[in-house]
Nanobody
Framework: QVQLVESGGGLVQAGGSLRLSCAAS????????MGWFRQAPGKEREFVAA????????SYADSVKGRFTISRDNAKNTVYLQMNSLKPEDTAVYYC?????????????????WGQGTQVTVSS
């Protein structure tokens, strides 16, 4: 079982930026796709972004496309989520997750390990 630890969340004004990091404990990190999801109070967990094992393929939710960028550094066992032009509706707990395969997945069932989450709050 891989351990995933997110960091980088916080409070930011609308229009600002944050960079989330997710460090994985397993040396097999590079063998799997990785994803970011988020959950706002009273809402279902939703897909944000995903990246394939090599980083050559990415996928984004329509709501963040053009504003967020997912990347990974396999040498550091870390996946990142750069969030720009943040909006109040981006406020949520953000979770990283390890995929069950090398290709990207947009559904939660495509992931088998989850971090504890990091809070992102965007003020208007």
């Amino acid at each position: 079982q891989v351990q995933l630890v997110e960091s980088g969340g916080g409070l930011v004004q609308a229009g600002g930026s944050l960079r989330l990091s997710c460090a994985a404990s397993a040396r097999t990190f590079s063998m799997y796709a990785m994803g970011w999801f988020r959950q706002a109070p009273g809402k279902e967990r939703e897909f944000v972004a995903a990246i394939s094992w090599s980083g050559g393929s990415t996928s984004y939710a329509d709501s963040v496309k053009g504003r967020f960028t997912i990347s990974r550094d396999n040498a550091k066992n870390t996946v990142y989520l750069q969030m720009n032009s943040l909006k109040p509706e981006d406020t949520a707990v953000y979770y990283c997750a390890r995929g069950v395969a090398v290709v990207v997945a947009t559904a939660a069932r495509g992931y088998d390990s989850w971090g504890q989450g990091t809070q992102v709050t965007v003020s208007s």
